[in-house]
């Protein structure tokens, strides 16, 4: 069984950038969910995908969307960087109905 | 609103226990996790406990449950070097319709030897 797989582990943009990041879920889990932790924070939820639709959306700005694919694998964007995005950007994998989240190691985003 | 409030830092020598407290805001809140998060690694689930139940006993690791006072616990036995870590509490709220973890500021337990 393979766990929650992020990519890339670190990356520095410029402010005004547009990013990528990318999550494979765990085997069996259908549902994926992103959140942001800012340096000396608890992570933040920003949204959550199941069946290929945001299920769930924090208080973050349009800026942020993302993308589920068949295979459930994710993808979050973010547009015109700014230097308050910096943070690991981690994502959790789940199965939708069942408690229980498998969390991957994350993604280092620096803005400068 | 949602507030999971923890304190900020622990330091206990090596052999002692530790109790990590959290305060969750919603008592309706099924599921209470504890997380450990080391230095630049992502989130490792330590345990959970139902909202039912009142205490949650594994290996070193004992949770305690005050639902009455929205309050949780985690105790480690015998702690070790190794435990050193930032540990988060999370809640998951009953009213969003889907499952979000809200998850407390983190404290961070600094073992000496």
């Known amino acids: 069984e393979t766990g929650v797989t992020q990519s890339p582990t670190h990356l520095i943009k410029t402010r005004g950038q547009q990013v990528t990041l990318r999550c494979s879920s765990q085997s069996g889990h259908n549902t994926v969910s992103w959140y942001q932790q800012a340096l000396g924070q608890g992570p933040q939820f920003i949204f959550q995908y199941y069946r290929e639709e945001e299920n769930g959306r924090g208080n973050f700005p349009p800026r942020f969307s993302g993308l589920q694919f068949p295979n459930y694998s994710s993808e979050l964007n973010v547009n015109a960087l700014e230097l308050d995005d910096s943070a690991l950007y981690l994502c959790?994998?789940?199965?939708?109905?069942?408690?229980?989240?498998?969390f991957g190691s994350g993604t280092r985003l620096t803005v400068v | 609103g949602e507030d999971v409030e923890q304190s900020l830092f622990l330091s206990v020598r090596e052999g002692d226990s530790s109790v990590i407290n959290c305060t969750y805001t919603d008592s309706s809140s099924t599921y209470l996790y504890w997380y450990k998060q080391e230095p630049g690694a992502g989130l490792q689930l330590l345990t959970y406990i139902f909202s039912n139940m009142d205490m949650k006993q594994d290996q070193r690791l004992t949770v305690l449950l005050n639902k009455k006072d929205k309050h949780l616990s985690l105790r480690i036995a015998d702690t070790q070097t190794g435990d050193s870590a930032i540990y988060f509490c999370a809640e998951v709220p009953s009213n969003t319709g889907f499952q979000k973890l809200v998850f407390g500021t983190g404290t961070r337990l600094l073992v000496s030897p």
């Open positions: 959790a994998s789940s199965l939708a109905g069942v408690h229980g989240y498998t």
